[in-house]
């Protein structure tokens, strides 16, 4: 089936290390975004990508890295600069081409620091 | 300034009734893009509806509809013959420049839909 596949679910990380978070899409979009969404709240942007081999800051990018070297992954290092990374990290894609396409978000990871 | 509003952080209706749920935007682009998501519990973000800034007329999918008054800037959901398994978390959405851009997508902070039986 095609769809947004991040890994891992759940995740603990002690504190002062680094952690990546996998997207991978067989939905052929070109663009690929990352949230973050703490309890009881909106999504905010951390990166994005339109095409492979380039991405921008998001609203919220401190402590966080990305890279996009296949179309199909989009990874999400969240390093130890990120002072409060627990939260719920949600990844989506989309197509370019097009007014009214739609944003496709994956199942999401809870990531939390102990 | 806040882009999205969603003035109703709860909202507690009966079973079978329809609900509205609240959104303003604020955006001086000409060409966006407005969203309703559902988050259940389980945290996944489901697609609902979708309106063009360009689109004459209001869109529907099913039980959804969007209730697109662009003069006052709202574009409220509404929901038809609620069902408990409508609750969840809603969230309105918007993307600006349609055309050029980045094409972000920013979110309000949501309302938590709860039917009763």
């Known amino acids: 089936d095609g769809g947004i596949t991040q890994s891992p679910k759940y995740l603990f990380r002690k504190e002062g290390q680094n952690v990546t978070l996998s997207c991978e899409q067989n939905l052929n979009h070109d663009a690929m975004y990352w949230y973050r969404q703490d309890p009881g709240q909106g999504l905010r942007l951390i990166y994005y990508?339109?095409?492979?081999?380039?991405?921008q800051k998001g609203d919220i990018a401190e402590g966080y890295s990305v890279s996009r070297e296949k179309k199909e992954s989009f990874p999400l290092t969240v390093t130890s600069a990120q002072k409060n990374p627990t939260a719920f990290y949600l990844c989506a894609s989309r197509t370019t081409g097009g007014i009214g396409n739609t944003i496709y978000f994956g199942e999401g990871s809870w990531l939390t620091v102990v | 300034a806040q882009k999205i509003t969603q003035t109703q952080p709860g909202m507690f209706v009966q079973e079978k009734e329809a609900v509205t749920l609240d959104c303003t935007y604020d955006?001086?682009?000409?060409?966006?893009?407005l969203f309703w998501y559902k988050q259940p519990s389980s945290g996944e973000m489901i697609f609902l509806i979708y309106?063009?800034?360009?689109?004459?007329q209001n869109a529907t999918e099913g039980r959804y509809s969007l209730n697109f008054q662009k003069a006052r800037k709202s574009a409220n959901l509404v929901i038809s013959a609620s069902q408990l398994g409508d609750s969840a978390m809603y969230f309105c959405a918007m993307r600006e420049g349609l055309i050029q851009g980045a094409q972000k997508l920013v979110f309000g902070q949501g309302t938590r839909l709860t039917i009763n039986p």
């Open positions: 309106q063009g800034s360009y689109d004459q």
């Open positions: 990508s339109q095409i492979v081999n380039d991405f």
């Open positions: 955006t001086s682009d000409p060409s966006y893009g």
